[in-house]
């Protein structure tokens, strides 16, 4: 069974930045797909990142160019780096994780609120 242990979210202004990781067991990470998903209070669940075994990265709109999605296959731990944060990032991020064998994942979550 996959476990995916979210860490980093917190409180900060406007404009600031925080490093989420989130941090996998239970499947062969380096053939994972990973993702960063996030939820706010009253909205669907949607998606800022992705990146999957071979590097490839793709964001949301709404990100682009603030964040950034990294893998380390030899800590099995997935990042995403969130700069220039604004109110409307304020959100519940989850981790996802999939690959061929095994259904998807998802992390318990972690709060991350911007503060205007």
């Known amino acids: 069974q996959v476990q995916l242990v979210e860490s980093g979210g917190g409180l900060v202004q406007a404009g600031g930045s925080l490093r989420l990781s989130c941090a996998s067991s239970g499947s062969i990470f380096s053939i994972n797909t990973m993702a960063w998903y996030r939820q706010a209070p009253g909205k669907q669940r949607e998606l800022v990142a992705r990146?999957?075994?071979?590097?490839?990265?793709n964001y949301a709109d709404s990100v682009k160019g603030r964040f950034t999605i990294s893998r380390d296959n030899a800590k099995n731990t997935v990042y995403l780096q969130m700069n220039s944060l604004k109110p409307e990032d304020t959100a519940v991020y989850l981790c996802?994780?999939?690959?061929?064998?095994?259904?998807?994942?998802w992390g318990q979550g972690t709060q991350v609120t911007v503060s205007s």
């Open positions: 996802y994780a999939v690959n061929p064998l095994i259904p998807a994942s």
């Open positions: 990146i999957t075994s071979g590097g490839s990265t």
